[in-house]
């Protein structure tokens, strides 16, 4: 069979350092070909290049028979390749039906005819399997439903070469279940995906192909069933990463954080949960809902219906983010890009930002800022291809352990964390798991948003399952399996 697409010694620079340094990659139709690789390895700029986002410094790119050596945007989709990106791209006020057919409505006598637009979206829909009810507006979707939204456009739109960035980040179990059944789908209907995911175990499921990026070059290029997780692992880091439970001091008797009878419109309804000292308490479901209104609740930023704070045993009014800190509790947000960090400053500014606010502290000196933060960048292990650039371009994964070291080097005295490993890769997952552990052995509360078992799994004493907005099981972590724990947050029937 010839491949769809031939990349060959693809390289892309970023002010002098090499992000792509001479990458080849052939897609075949037909096969799920999962691209992977640390955070910063250079998968989403070689993605951007395909997706003619960023033009290549050299190399060539061939799409059936026809070489290349730069791509347009325009150019890429005529050629069949479509781009679903992390972040959702829909127009969240139209409905799903114009967002399907967007740019391409159907007219009749100069007007756009609308029956027909809802008759090609459900065609578009269906044709991938796929129930959603196209008159619904897509801020309505979950996002789950957004991403399948957008992949049946780009179907639509004639994408044979179907790129999907990181498209089960933070669902539940069983939306990155749908995800998986439509990308298979996809692939028998002789599309050629491209996957990027950090998720090993789901890889190793889905992918018919693994291609690994280490620094920006190719280091292993694979049928799936030649490989295994932990090689997979090994030839992606360099090392095997093992991540364990440790033992930590148990929790201490008085309470960090409390919170109580907690409503919120439908997202979250009567509350309950209480971390002691030295805890940690996840909150499983799927993140957006739930999770990311905990969070504006908790942080101040939103007052809820009704319901009580408390932190190290004093109450903390609602609606308030200076009170919120004052109280010794930091939130960090799921949403790194658009809530938890200024994208237009540097790396080193972002890290010291939060604690320079509580030391009162307003001018810097560059030098002066560089020695402060970089214990930081070590401790969390941040990775920057040039000394410091502005947050915003670095890979996903080096974004979010800026924003948790932003955070978590204040002195908190309760914590709420949500999807703190969103995006990152299994050795900065290891890392990152390992300074949640330190935090509680230090004696901080320790809240969990998670949309992972596994992470629930290795990180928490407790875990409280919410589905819908209402807690729905609640269970020590030593009496619970993980396959138990999965089932619980798939049932979801409320108590
Ligand atoms: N516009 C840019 N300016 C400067 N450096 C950049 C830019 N875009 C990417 N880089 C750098 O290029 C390298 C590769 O980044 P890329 O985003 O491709 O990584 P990735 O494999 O997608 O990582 P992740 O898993 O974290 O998403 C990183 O070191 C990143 O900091
Ligand atoms: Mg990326």
Redesign the pocket.
């Known amino acids: 069979m010839t491949p769809v697409l031939q990349v060959r010694g693809v390289t892309k620079s970023?002010?002098g350092a090499a992000?792509l340094k001479g990458v080849d990659l052939d897609l075949y139709p037909g096969e799920i070909h999962a691209l992977m690789?640390m955070?910063?390895?250079?998968?989403?700029?070689l993605v951007q290049i395909l997706s003619g986002a960023h033009p290549a410094d050299g190399g060539t790119i061939e799409v059936g028979g026809e070489r290349h050596s730069a791509l347009t945007v325009r150019k890429a989709r005529k050629l069949g390749i479509a781009c679903v990106p992390q972040r959702r791209e829909l127009a969240m006020g139209l409905t799903v039906a114009e967002n399907v057919l967007l740019g391409d409505l159907p007219t009749r006598g100069g007007t756009v005819h609308w029956q027909a637009v809802k008759d090609g979206a459900r065609a578009a829909l269906s044709g991938l399997g796929i129930d959603i009810d196209v008159e619904r507006v897509a801020g309505t979707l979950t996002v789950a439903e957004q991403t399948m939204v957008e992949v049946a456009r780009e179907v639509r739109r004639g994408g044979r070469i179907l790129i999907l960035d990181e498209p089960t980040a933070c669902l539940s179990a069983k939306d990155a279940d749908r995800i998986r059944q439509l990308v298979r789908t996809l692939r028998d209907d002789g599309v050629a995906v491209v996957y990027i995911s950090?998720y090993i175990d789901e890889v190793m499921a889905v992918a018919d192909r693994l291609t690994v990026?280490r620094d920006g070059a190719v280091v292993t290029s694979a049928p799936a069933a030649e490989m295994d997780p932990a090689s997979l692992v090994r030839s992606m880091v360099g090392r095997d990463v093992v991540s364990r439970r440790p033992e930590r001091p148990a929790p201490k008797p008085e309470s960090g954080l409390t919170v109580r009878g907690l409503s919120h419109g439908r997202a979250i309804e009567d509350f309950t949960v209480e971390v002691r000292k030295g805890e940690i308490v996840a909150v499983l479901g799927p993140a957006g809902d739930a999770q990311s209104r905990l969070f504006d609740l908790l942080s101040g930023r939103q007052r809820p219906d009704a319901g009580e704070l408390r932190v190290d045993g004093r109450a903390v009014p609602f609606g308030r983010v200076p009170a919120s800190l004052a109280s010794g509790l930091r939130c960090v947000t799921g949403d790194r890009r658009t809530l938890g960090l200024v994208q237009g400053m540097s790396v080193d500014e972002n890290l010291m930002l939060a604690g320079d606010r509580f030391a009162g502290r307003r001018l810097h000196r560059r030098s002066e800022l560089a020695r402060r933060a970089a214990p930081l960048r070590g401790s969390y292990g941040v990775v920057?291809?040039t000394g410091n650039?502005p947050v915003g371009?670095?890979?996903?994964?080096?974004q979010q352990k800026v924003l948790l070291g932003k955070w978590l080097e204040t002195e908190p005295v309760a914590c709420f964390l949500e999807d703190p490993t969103n995006?990152v890769?299994v050795a900065a997952m290891a890392d990152i798991h390992t300074l949640v552990d330190e935090l509680a052995s230090r004696g901080v509360a320790v809240l969990l948003a998670s949309s992972s078992a596994e992470e629930v799994m290795r990180l928490a004493d407790r875990v409280v399952v919410v589905s819908a907005g209402r807690t729905v099981a609640e269970h020590d972590i030593t009496a619970i399996t993980r396959d138990e724990l999965v089932a619980t947050a798939l049932g979801g029937q409320p108590k």
């Not at 371009?393 to 080096?398: D, H, I, K, M, V």
């Open positions: 970023f002010g992000a690789g955070n910063g390895a250079g998968k989403s700029t950090h990026l920057a291809l650039p371009t670095l890979s996903g994964g080096n995006g890769d």
